[in-house]
């Protein structure tokens, strides 16, 4: 199949299959790049606003300034 012919019949999908073949192709080139990047069972630190409470007065701060 040529990409052309691909990319048209894209087009035609829903978006939920749109978003579902990103995540799909996402993933394999996540594989391709680095097999070991994600390992099952393993926790991963993500950051959170959660308990930032700093951050959230410097911007009420700002906030109160502008008006």
Not at 6 to 34: N, S, Y
Request: hydrophobic content about 50%.
């Amino acid at each position: 199949m040529q990409l052309a012919e691909l990319m048209t019949q894209i087009q035609e999908l829903p978006k939920i299959d749109k978003l579902r073949l990103m995540q799909f192709l996402a993933t394999e080139l996540v594989k391709a790049e680095d097999a070991n990047f994600f390992v099952a069972n393993q926790e991963y630190p993500i950051w959170s606003p959660y308990n930032c409470s700093e951050a959230a007065n410097v911007l009420m701060n700002l906030l109160a300034t502008k008006q």
